[in-house]
């Protein structure tokens, strides 16, 4: 099946500095692919659509100059967290639209990626 | 506008048992739904879905959803609980906002812990 990658699975930064998240699908190209963020014990909230070759559309709210988004290719979606503070600690969570073809049972789905822990001192 | 709502936080049941996630949608359009699973620290894997075809739903792992349009709810159920059924369950609906690319939007979980 379809298999959405994450890397670091968790990371630890001081205050002010910044994080780059990779996102990327494994065995599928995703034109398309999208970056959630889940606080403790809630639910995903969608950040940001990211496309290959394009700029990233930003949800409202989410400021654009601090979650930089880059999707330079079929497989992979660069989340950057600029001048991070310790209310950007949160699960970073990607997924990656595949195709009616890589989807099969289920048609258009997204996959999603395991997840990476952000903490911020 | 889309949305999605769970209406319990948390699920309690004793293996073997019957399980029940409740989910009610609103949606302007004709909506597609997902059930989603999301084991601690672990990423989200899809369930079952629905997209306007048959109305009762088959997933994996023996749940199953029925999308009732006059309730407008997309209840979750399984006839027999396994303790690796504990975990967070997620209702989604698609919103389409024209052209292919559609979002989802999560209802706020689902807790469910399976008792021996």
């Known amino acids: 099946g379809a298999v959405v990658s994450q890397h670091p699975s968790w990371v630890i930064c001081k205050s002010g500095t910044s994080v780059k998240i990779e996102c990327r699908s494994l065995d599928f190209q995703a034109t398309t692919m999208f970056w959630y963020r889940q606080f403790p014990k809630q639910s995903l909230m969608l950040m940001a659509t990211?496309?290959?070759?394009?700029?990233?559309?930003?949800e409202q709210g989410v400021e654009k100059d601090k979650f930089l988004i880059n999707h330079a290719s079929l497989t992979l979606s660069t989340l950057t967290v600029t001048s991070a503070h310790p209310e950007d600690s949160s699960f970073y969570i990607c997924?990656?639209?595949?195709?009616?073809?890589?989807?099969?049972?289920?048609?258009?789905?997204?996959?999603f990626g395991p997840g990476t822990r952000l903490t911020v001192t | 506008a889309q949305s999605v709502t769970q209406l319990d936080s948390h699920v309690s049941v004793s293996e073997g048992t019957p399980v029940l996630l409740r989910c009610n949608y609103s949606s302007s359009y004709s909506p597609s739904l997902f059930w989603y699973v999301q084991h601690p620290n672990k990423g989200l894997q899809l369930l079952l879905k629905?997209?306007?075809?048959?109305?009762l739903v088959k997933g994996i792992n023996g749940f199953e959803a029925e999308f009732k349009k006059s309730e407008t709810s997309f209840h979750l159920t399984k006839p027999s609980a396994h303790m690796s059924d504990a975990a967070e369950y997620f209702c989604v609906v698609s919103a389409f906002y024209g052209g292919a690319t559609n979002k989802l939007i999560f209802g706020t979980g689902t807790l469910l812990a399976v008792q021996p």
């Open positions: 997924s990656a639209r595949a195709s009616l073809r890589t989807s099969g049972r289920f048609g258009y789905e997204q996959y």
């Open positions: 629905y997209t306007s075809a048959a109305t």
């Open positions: 990211s496309n290959e070759g394009s700029k990233a559309t930003y």
